[in-house]
Structures are given as structure tokens and as C-alpha cells.
């Protein structure tokens, strides 16, 4: 049976953790979140980050716009913000509405200030090797996961199904990093489940019922980043919990593991983010 990557237990510990860091500041980090119309999914994960952030001892504060709201105002504001020395870490929830040029309102934050590593500047650096300003959540979240089971990656073979910037591609990178062999997976991928089947350590980001018992390598690890409600109505991930926990090593439940670190990991970014600013401030490299 496997064990549980308990990323709820992790999470709480980090929070904890940069509670009594941000005490020992003379002002507390702040964390603002621009959100566009009222999306429900967005609103509960906006909620979810003023409350974490709360918890973390960083003040948090949302920008909500109606979602006719014109692209050049959220520019002009995401502009405001960025030269406002009060501001640690700025993002955008998404998704935005289709008259908005997502690509160019990420663009607009101030690479110090993204808080997601979401900008092409960020982006390009983590694909580049060079260190970005902080690394993207959801990545960095599976990363400190493992990390606290002391699963190792190196040499381990990564399968990671799905190919989005916020999950996939990054994650191939923060793993090819730590010199894992890494396979990218896809809607187009022929044979998927001879391919999950070699992995030591499957990643599985979709948003459906797609990861079965039989496509896991017995004693795999499988990390579930995919979160949906099923015909039921019940959050559930994209692995067969039930069945696959039998014949993976370690795996982690949905909900209760990535999501957790993945808001673990921005409270953990704006933090570091306002460290930085601050030595910069200072003339401190
Ligand atoms: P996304 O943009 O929703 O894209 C889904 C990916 O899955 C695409 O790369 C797609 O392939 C692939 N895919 C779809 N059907 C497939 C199939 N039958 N076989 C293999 N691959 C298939 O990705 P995302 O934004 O990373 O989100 C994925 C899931 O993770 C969602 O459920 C989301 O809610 C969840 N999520 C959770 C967290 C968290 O913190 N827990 C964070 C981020 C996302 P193509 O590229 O070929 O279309």
C-alpha cells in the first residue's frame, strides 16, 4: 500500500515556518492578486491565497475587476503596482476573458515582482539555466514534496503527462535539474500507457480520469497534480486513487497533496520575493 505524500501536513509545517520568518521583519510582505470577472473556481483559489497568505504573516490584498474590464486599465494598474515599493509579489488568476491579451498583461509584471515565474523573462531564465527571481508554484511545490520524503530524482526516469507552462514544461526543467531523465506525455502521445508504465516517478497533469492501476510500474511514485469534480460532484485527481495506491510506493491524494504546496510555494516565493527587493533596496546583491 502506498504512503501518502501528505502535502497538507507539509504545507501547514512551511506556513509555520514562514510565520515566524515575516515576524522577524519590520513589515510584512504583501502579495496582491488582480482577479478578472467571478470565475467560481477563481474566486475559491483567490480566497484560498488570502488566507494562506494570512496564516504566513504576509498581507494580501485583491484587485477585483469586473470581466468587461477594458485590457488597457489592467495594464495601467498592473504598471501602478509595479512601481509601488509596498507591493512584494503580483499575479493575475487565470484564466482571463478572451478580449484580454493574457500573454501581454503577464508580460507587464515586473519580472521582480512575478510572483508565479509566469513572464517570458522568468520563463526564459529557468529554461535557460539561469536562476529566475523565484520558480514557478506548482513545480516547486512537487519538488519540496519529494524533497521531505527524501525521494531522490536523480537517474530516476519522470514522466510527466501534460505539456502546460504552468506544470509540465517547467517541471521537465526543474527535473532535468536534478538529473532526472524526463518523458513529456500529451493528447497526441500514441501509446501512453507503455510509456507510464516506465516511470519511476509519474506526474500526471490533465483534469481528467486518465491514470488506471495498469499503467503505473509497480512501485512507481505517482504525483497527481490534476484537480476536477467527477459526475458525482466529488473533487477527485486524474489517477484512480483507489486502485493505483495499491501498486504505487508513494502517491499523493487529491485533494490534500499538490494543491496544497502549490499555495504553500507562492506564499514561500512572495516571501523571498520581498527578501530580495529588500537587499536590493539596500545595495545588497
Ligand atoms: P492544461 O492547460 O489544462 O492542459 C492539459 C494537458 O493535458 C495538455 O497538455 C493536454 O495535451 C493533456 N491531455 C489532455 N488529454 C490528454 C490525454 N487523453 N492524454 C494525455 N494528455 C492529455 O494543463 P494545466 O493547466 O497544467 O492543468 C492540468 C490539471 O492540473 C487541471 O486539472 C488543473 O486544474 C490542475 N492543476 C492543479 C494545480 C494544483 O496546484 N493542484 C495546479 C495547476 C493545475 P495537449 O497539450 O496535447 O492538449
Known amino acids: 500500500m502506498a504512503v501518502i505524500l501528505d502535502g497538507k501536513k507539509l504545507r ?8 515566524l520568518r515575516t515576524a522577524k521583519f519590520d513589515k510584512k510582505p504583501k502579495l496582491v492578486v488582480i482577479l478578472v470577472g467571478d470565475n467560481p473556481a477563481s474566486v475559491i483559489y483567490v480566497n484560498n491565497k488570502r488566507k494562506f497568505a494570512e496564516k504566513a504573516g504576509i498581507d494580501s490584498e485583491i484587485i477585483n475587476y469586473p470581466s468587461n474590464v477594458q485590457e488597457d486599465e489592467l ?18 488568476q487565470l484564466p482571463l476573458p478572451k478580449h484580454i491579451d493574457k500573454s501581454k498583461v503577464i508580460n507587464t509584471i515586473s519580472p521582480m515582482k512575478d510572483v508565479d515565474c509566469f513572464t517570458a523573462m522568468n520563463c526564459g531564465k529557468l529554461f535557460t539555466g539561469e536562476k529566475p527571481y523565484v520558480f ?5 511545490g512537487i519538488l519540496l514534496l519529494l524533497d521531505e520524503y527524501n525521494i531522490d530524482v536523480e537517474g530516476k526516469h519522470v514522466v510527466i503527462v501534460g505539456r502546460s507552462n504552468i506544470v509540465g514544461k517547467p517541471l521537465s526543467v526543474m527535473m532535468l535539474n536534478r538529473n532526472a531523465t524526463v518523458t513529456i506525455c500529451h493528447s497526441k502521445t ?6 507510464t508504465k516506465t516511470a519511476d516517478i509519474l506526474v500526471s497533469a490533465v483534469g481528467k480520469k486518465i491514470i488506471e492501476d495498469s499503467m503505473m510500474k509497480v512501485d512507481g511514485i505517482m504525483i497527481d497534480v490534476g484537480i476536477f469534480k467527477d459526475e458525482n460532484g466529488k473533487t477527485r485527481g486524474d489517477a484512480d486513487f483507489e486502485k493505483v495506491s495499491i501498486t504505487a510506493s508513494y502517491i499523493t491524494p487529491v485533494p490534500g497533496g499538490v494543491g496544497p504546496m502549490t499555495i504553500a510555494s507562492l506564499m514561500i516565493n512572495t516571501v523571498e520575493l520581498f527578501e530580495l527587493q529588500n537587499k536590493r533596496s539596500l545595495g545588497v546583491q
Request: glycine share 2%; with cysteine; charged share 30%.
Open 12 to 19: 501547514d509545517k512551511l506556513l509555520d515556518e514562514l510565520h
Open 75 to 92: 495594464l495601467n494598474k498592473i504598471k501602478e503596482l509595479n512601481e509601488d515599493n509596498s507591493v512584494n509579489g503580483l499575479l493575475v
Open 136 to 140: 514557478p508554484c506548482t513545480p516547486k
Open 190 to 195: 500514441e501509446n501512453l500507457s507503455q510509456i
